[in-house]
């Protein structure tokens, strides 16, 4: 047999012995090690939601707890692109939260805002799911309503 024909048969041997080492490893993996991936939406597994899929420290979308919001506007100071915007008014002797809103589609998750926040009032979520027709329904308004600021709590006194 010539060169040539040798290597044909010796190139045929190595096609069928790496296909079968790839399927042995698909069917090691198939029947006996758990799903690593996971039909994602359709097959979350009963009781779980999307939310349970990423770790404790995931950035998702921001949330906002108002009844810890002292309207210091620090967060939005701190915001390198102007993705939030708070209004804070005086309505007779009382300081209310009248908007506070969050533009997601800009955010870039750094999380500056959420460092700098003194009352934990802005934090993280786990919420990762933005697919939407319209770019505005990514802006969120986490006020329904004026909210009446948050008292900041005064210092301990130092011993
Ligand atoms: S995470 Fe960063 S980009 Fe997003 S709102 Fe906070 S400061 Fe702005
Ligand atoms: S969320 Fe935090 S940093 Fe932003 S205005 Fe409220 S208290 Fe200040």
Known sequence: MTNEGVRYFKN???????????????LKYWVKEPAITIEYPDRLGKGRTAEDL??????????????????CLQCMRACPIDCILIKV????????????????????????????????????????????????????????????VARPKAKKKEE
């Open 12 to 26: 045929i041997r190595e096609a069928i012995l790496t296909t079968a080492k790839g399927m042995k490893i698909t």
């Open 54 to 71: 990423v770790s404790e420290r995931y950035r998702g979308f921001l949330k906002l707890d108002p009844s810890k919001c002292i309207g």
């Open 89 to 148: 008014e005086k309505i007779g002797e009382e300081r209310y939260l009248t908007r506070f809103d969050v533009d997601q589609s800009k955010c870039m998750y750094c999380g500056l805002c959420v460092e700098v926040c003194p009352t934990g009032a802005i934090t993280f979520s786990k919420r990762f799911e933005g697919a939407c027709y319209d770019i505005g329904e990514l802006c969120i308004k986490h006020l329904q309503e004026p909210v009446s």
